[in-house]
Structure formats: C-alpha cells, structure tokens
C-alpha cells in the first residue's frame, strides 16, 4: 500500500499547489487525478486573476469588493488573508515563468473585472489557467523525488480510523481496473466543482462533485450549497463560456430592441457589475419578453477594437466561429446566463482544515468561505492558490507529529465488492435507464428549478425528482463489463456522487427563505439580514441529509445596500 505524508485528491490549480507547497516543507507526497493533470478544469480558465499589485490600489480595496461581491454572506477573516496575499502569490507565479500579459511599459498589464472597483485582473490573453497550469506541472515534475503521481486514478472514497480521522482513500488504476489503498497522515481534498449537476453548464465533464460528496460521506459539514454561480456569458447551445474578460475590454449587453439594459440594473457598473446582478438583468429582460426568441441577450464584442479582440480574446474568437457560426469581431453574439460555479462546499478553516482531523479541502471543492453569495470573476483561481499553498503547507507541518496510519486490509476487499455489484448490473435493454439518462432528467430539473429565480414550488419539485433519481440511480444499466478505461463504472460512482449534491444544493436553497447574492427567491424576494445573516450546513445526519447554520465572521465591513 502506498503511504505518504499529504495525499492530494485532486491535480487542477489548489491540487497541484498545494502539492508544491507540501513538498516545500519537506513532506512525502502523493498527488491522484482521474484525468491527466493538465487536463483538469482550471484549463479551462480564461479571463484571468485577481490581486491588488498596483501601487495605487490596495488590498482592502480588494477585500471590500469581495465582501460586497459576496452579499456579505463570505467570511472576512478569510477574505482579508486571501487578498493580502495575493501580490505575492501573482509575483511567485511570475517568477516561477507564467507570462503575464505586459503593458506599453512593460510593468504587467491587468483588466477590468466584474465588481472590481479597479482593474486588478492580471491574465495571459484569454487562456490564463492555462498557461498557470502548465508551469505548476512543470515545477511538480522537478519536484518528482517528493510528489508520486497518480495520473488516470479515480478515487471511490476517503478512508477513516476508529477515531474518526481520515487517513487515506481507495483508488481505481482507470487504465487496469485495478483498486488500490493509500494511507496517509492527511488528505487534501482538491477535486473540484459539480457543474456537471445542471445542464447546460460551462464545467467540463470530469466536474461531479466527486470530493464535495465523498467528504459529506465521511461527516465532513458542506457550506453555502445554495450559492450557485450563473455567468451572465454562455452560449445557449451548448452552455460554452464567452469570458467576462470579454465585458472587461469593453462589450456591451443589448436586449432585442437594441437598449443597453445594463443602464437600468447597475447604472454605476454597467456590464460590469457583480455577475449575480448582471444575470438577473439578462433573465429578467428575457422573461419580460425583451429577449431574442431564442431566448438570449446580445453581447456586441465589436465596441471592442478588432486587433485587441484578436490578440487578449483570442480563444472566444475561436469558440464563436466554431460553435455559434459568428465572428465576434463583426458581428454580436447571442447569450445568456449559464450554470458555472459553485460557492459552497466542504467547510474549512483558513487553513484548509475540515472539522474532520487530517481531512482538508482547497479550490472549488471547499467553501473558506471567501466567495458567500456571489464570486467574483477572477477570484477563483486565486482562492485555488492561496488556500491551495496553505493547505499543503499545513498539512506538511501535521505530517510532522503523527506516526502513518494503516488501513486494515478488509477495505480494499469491500471496496472491490462496490465495483463488482456496479458490473453485475444489467445492461441498456434491461428495465434500469442509461446513466446518461438520469444525468439529463438531473441537469435539466436543477437548470429549470434551481436557476437565477426559485421559489418554494419549483425546489419542491426539484426536491422530489432528485429523491426518485436517487431511488433510480443504483440500478441504472452497466453495459461494459471490462476493466480498461471502463468510463460505465465511473460514471456510476460519479452519478452518486452528483445526486448527494444536488441534494444538498436544492435542500439550502429551500431552507434560505430571502434573497441574497446568487439565491433569488421570487417568494422572498428582499435580503434579510436579521434572519439569514449566516451561512447554512448541510451535514449526513443518520441516512439523510440534515441542515444547521454557521455564523458570518465579520471583521470590518458591516452589511450595506448593495448598488453598482
Ligand atoms: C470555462 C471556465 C472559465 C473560468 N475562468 C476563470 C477565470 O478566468 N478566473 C477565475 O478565477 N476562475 C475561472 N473559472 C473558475 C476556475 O477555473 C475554477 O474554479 C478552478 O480552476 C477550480 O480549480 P480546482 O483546482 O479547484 O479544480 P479543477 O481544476 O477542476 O481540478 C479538479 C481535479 O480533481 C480531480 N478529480 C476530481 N474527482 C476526482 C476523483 N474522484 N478521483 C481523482 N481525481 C479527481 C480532477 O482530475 C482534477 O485534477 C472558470 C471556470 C470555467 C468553467
């Protein structure tokens, strides 16, 4: 078995980070992805990354953005470490070879960004996770005598002692099949977002919730589930990402009739308001008949000049001609707003810890909570960062004090009888649906019910459809029954895994009777801070879901109306 002092599940930008941290601090290291490593999401990111480095911006300035971004639902005391550490987190990044884009005076160069009250966004055209996570890679490789890796693993589920402390995972070889324990004296959770609980949404496939489920099966409290992120720019086909980078250099949003709308939501920010306002906005304009008939909004990239579109948006350019048929620079194209991000997640400290001892959790799988109610564009990649590093840091310096664990060897065999009753399924034919199936009934009920505007109706309905899938869901057809890349089984386990969540999702959401931040309920249509100034938990309580609250840290910026 092997045994190391930090396990890192999960190899996007907070896996890789903190996997580099840990090896800094002299730890043994073993890092899993069940994709290759550059392939997990942060690839994906496009417009760029958020942190006060100009001398006339500050990062308090920074931090009250984000508190305001947030609703002031996210915690202070967690926000103010992230964007006081953000300068030198950028300058590491630069030092360690990412390109930053450079100005006409060769300082870097940054954006505008949604709810940025400066343009604080530092980015590498429109592919700068990108181009972060191929210089994390590269840094892990030089660091190969510390870090194992597991590239084409797929962890099945985290491993506890008597005591309650987690101390390891078991862990499918996608390549052979073959199941295997890790021990370990932590574990860093680091595996990402569930985008793939709705359809359409702009998260990649691999993007199940996989960790936030696993954790929540182990006792681990989930946080803010309710904050789901809808990105005011997604294409309507296809749910593909158009970045806020786009809005940033200059784009402008018009209804059918050719009004700028933004005038009348945000008249201060314009396009560039907090992204839960300015998806509101669209929603309401498509609602209210003002929309195309397809139901999307224009975004005019054309405001923008054609040579600065062609050199800082370059990847969109691409993505309008190859799955919208237009040319951004010539011509608007039609959008609307998409599933994208998720707030919450598994609850930690600011130094990644869960409540659950030697379990931590970084990146879009955890909730610090720096994002609340509404992230800001821009700051995600630097939450993976900085509470990437400091988790790995942390969980190096605990590594320190404790002896390896070792997990009975009765594990491995229940684990493999998991995945032998998964293949003695029968196959499509048989009266159990496809797992793609019930995927879609999913992604499509929490799309329809779960969206920019809910009410109690529509999450009671989303509600019950997710108990009768979860009902469905282990008896859905199996048709390969072999061991290489057998993507059947995965996507069984992973099927799971997003039923937990939107479980969990839809559940806060109910709970959350008011307004705030990305939650909008028509039927509580105001915030209201004197009865839901807190986030919500959702913890396994017996076989079931069961919901509590965790207090707001506030430490200087008290709750205000919120007007761009
Ligand atoms: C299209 C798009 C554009 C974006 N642009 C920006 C941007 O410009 N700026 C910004 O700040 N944010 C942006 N975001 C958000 C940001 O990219 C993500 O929140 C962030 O990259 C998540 O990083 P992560 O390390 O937490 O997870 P990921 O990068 O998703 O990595 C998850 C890792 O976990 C592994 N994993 C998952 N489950 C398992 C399992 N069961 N077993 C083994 N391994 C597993 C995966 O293989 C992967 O290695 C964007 C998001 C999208 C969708």
Not at 337 to 355: R, S
């Given at each position: 078995?092997?045994?190391?002092?930090?396990?890192?599940?999960?190899?996007?930008?907070?896996?890789?980070?903190?996997?580099?941290?840990?090896?800094?601090?002299?730890?043994?290291?073993?890092?899993?992805?069940?994709?290759?490593?550059?392939?997990?999401?942060?690839?994906?990111?496009?417009?760029?990354?958020?942190?006060?480095?100009?001398?006339?911006?500050?990062?308090?300035?920074?931090?009250?953005?984000?508190?305001?971004?947030?609703?002031?639902?996210?915690?202070?005391?967690?926000?103010?470490?992230?964007?006081?550490?953000?300068?030198?987190?950028?300058?590491?990044?630069?030092?360690?070879?990412?390109?930053?884009?450079?100005?006409?005076?060769?300082?870097?160069?940054?954006?505008?960004?949604?709810?940025?009250?400066?343009?604080?966004?530092?980015?590498?055209?429109?592919?700068?996770?990108?181009?972060?996570?191929?210089?994390?890679?590269?840094?892990?490789?030089?660091?190969?005598?510390?870090?194992?890796?597991?590239?084409?693993?797929?962890?099945?589920?985290?491993?506890?002692?008597?005591?309650?402390?987690?101390?390891?995972?078991?862990?499918?070889?996608?390549?052979?099949?073959?199941?295997?324990?890790?021990?370990?004296?932590?574990?860093?959770?680091?595996?990402?977002?569930?985008?793939?609980?709705?359809?359409?949404?702009?998260?990649?496939?691999?993007?199940?919730?996989?960790?936030?489920?696993?954790?929540?099966?182990?006792?681990?409290?989930?946080?803010?589930?309710?904050?789901?992120?809808?990105?005011?720019?997604?294409?309507?086909?296809?749910?593909?990402?158009?970045?806020?980078?786009?809005?940033?250099?200059?784009?402008h949003l018009y209804n059918a009739q050719g009004e700028r709308f933004m005038e009348?939501?945000?008249?201060?920010?314009?396009?560039?308001?907090?992204?839960?306002?300015?998806?509101?906005?669209?929603?309401?304009e498509?609602?209210?008949?003002r929309g195309f008939?397809?139901?999307?909004i224009a975004l005019d990239?054309?405001k923008?000049?054609?040579?600065?579109?062609?050199?800082?948006?370059?990847?969109?350019?691409?993505?309008?001609?190859?799955?919208?048929?237009?040319?951004?620079?010539?011509?608007p194209?039609?959008?609307?707003?998409?599933?994208?991000?998720?707030?919450?997640?598994?609850?930690?400290?600011?130094?990644?810890?869960?409540?659950?001892?030697?379990?931590?959790?970084?990146?879009?799988?955890?909730?610090?909570?720096?994002?609340?109610?509404?992230?800001?564009?821009?700051?995600?990649?630097?939450?993976?960062?900085?509470?990437?590093?400091?988790?790995?840091?942390?969980?190096?310096?605990?590594?320190?004090?404790?002896?390896?664990?070792?997990?009975?060897?009765?594990?491995?065999?229940?684990?493999?009888?998991?995945?032998?009753?998964?293949?003695?399924?029968?196959?499509?034919?048989?009266?159990?649906?496809?797992?793609?199936?019930?995927?879609?009934?999913?992604?499509?009920?929490?799309?329809?019910?779960?969206?920019?505007?809910?009410?109690?109706?529509?999450?009671?309905?989303?509600?019950?459809?997710?108990?009768?899938?979860?009902?469905?869901?282990?008896?859905?057809?199996?048709?390969?029954?072999?061991?290489?890349?057998?993507?059947?089984?995965?996507?069984?386990?992973?099927?799971?895994?997003?039923?937990?969540?939107?479980?969990?999702?839809?559940?806060?959401?109910?709970?959350?009777?008011?307004?705030?931040?990305?939650?909008?309920?028509?039927?509580?249509?105001?915030?209201?801070?004197?009865?839901?100034?807190?986030?919500?938990?959702?913890?396994?309580?017996?076989?079931?879901?069961?919901?509590?609250?965790?207090?707001?840290?506030?430490?200087?910026?008290?709750?205000?109306?919120?007007?761009?």
């Amino acid at each position: 078995m092997p045994a190391h002092d930090v396990l890192i599940i999960g190899a996007g930008l907070a896996g890789q980070r903190a996997a580099l941290a840990a090896a800094d601090a002299g730890a043994s290291v073993a890092i899993i992805s069940k994709v290759h490593p550059v392939r997990s999401h942060s690839v994906a990111a496009a417009g760029g990354i958020n942190a006060a480095l100009n001398p006339e911006d500050s990062w308090e300035s920074h931090a009250f953005d984000t508190v305001k971004g947030s609703d002031y639902l996210g915690d202070q005391d967690a926000i103010e470490i992230m964007c006081r550490e953000a300068p030198d987190e950028i300058l590491w990044l630069e030092h360690a070879g990412v390109t930053f884009h450079r100005n006409g005076t060769g300082h870097l160069g940054t954006r505008a960004f949604g709810g940025a009250s400066q343009a604080r966004t530092y980015y590498v055209a429109d592919i700068t996770g990108q181009a972060i996570l191929h210089v994390l890679y590269e840094r892990l490789m030089q660091h190969h005598e510390r870090v194992d890796r597991y590239e084409e693993w797929f962890t099945t589920r985290l491993l506890q002692d008597e005591t309650g402390a987690c101390i390891g995972c078991v862990a499918r070889d996608i390549r052979s099949g073959t199941l295997e324990v890790f021990n370990a004296k932590n574990v860093i959770l680091a595996s990402g977002g569930a985008g793939q609980v709705f359809k359409p949404t702009t998260n990649a496939l691999i993007c199940t919730g996989d960790g936030i489920a696993q954790a929540y099966r182990i006792g681990a409290p989930l946080m803010d589930m309710e904050m789901i992120q809808y990105h005011p720019t997604t294409l309507a086909e296809n749910g593909f990402l158009i970045t806020e980078g786009a809005r940033g250099e200059g784009a402008h949003l018009y209804n059918a009739q050719g009004e700028r709308f933004m005038e009348k939501y945000a008249p201060n920010k314009l396009e560039l308001a907090s992204r839960d306002v300015v998806s509101r906005a669209e929603q309401t304009e498509i609602n209210e008949g003002r929309g195309f008939p397809d139901g999307t909004i224009a975004l005019d990239i054309t405001k923008v000049p054609r040579k600065r579109t062609l050199e800082a948006l370059r990847e969109i350019v691409n993505i309008g001609k190859d799955f919208a048929g237009v040319d951004i620079t010539r011509e608007p194209i039609h959008i609307r707003p998409g599933m994208h991000y998720i707030m919450g997640g598994v609850k930690t400290d600011f130094d990644g810890q869960t409540p659950i001892p030697g379990l931590y959790a970084a990146g879009e799988v955890a909730c610090v909570s720096v994002h609340g109610g509404n992230r800001l564009g821009a700051n995600s990649l630097l939450d993976t960062l900085i509470f990437g590093r400091r988790s790995g840091d942390h969980a190096a310096q605990r590594a320190r004090g404790i002896a390896m664990p070792k997990s009975p060897v009765s594990v491995l065999s229940d684990a493999q009888a998991e995945i032998d009753a998964i293949l003695g399924r029968a196959g499509s034919g048989s009266p159990g649906r496809r797992i793609s199936e019930i995927k879609n009934e999913l992604g499509e009920t929490m799309n329809r019910y779960v969206a920019v505007f809910r009410d109690a109706e529509g999450l009671a309905t989303a509600h019950a459809i997710v108990q009768r899938l979860k009902q469905e869901a282990p008896n859905a057809a199996i048709d390969d029954k072999g061991t290489v890349f057998n993507q059947d089984v995965l996507a069984a386990i992973e099927l799971g895994y997003m039923l937990d969540v939107a479980e969990a999702i839809v559940m806060a959401a109910q709970e959350r009777r008011e307004s705030r931040g990305a939650q909008f309920r028509t039927d509580f249509p105001a915030r209201n801070d004197a009865d839901w100034l807190h986030h919500i938990t959702v913890s396994l309580n017996g076989d079931g879901p069961g919901l509590g609250t965790a207090p707001v840290t506030i430490t200087r910026w008290e709750p205000q109306e919120r007007t761009y």
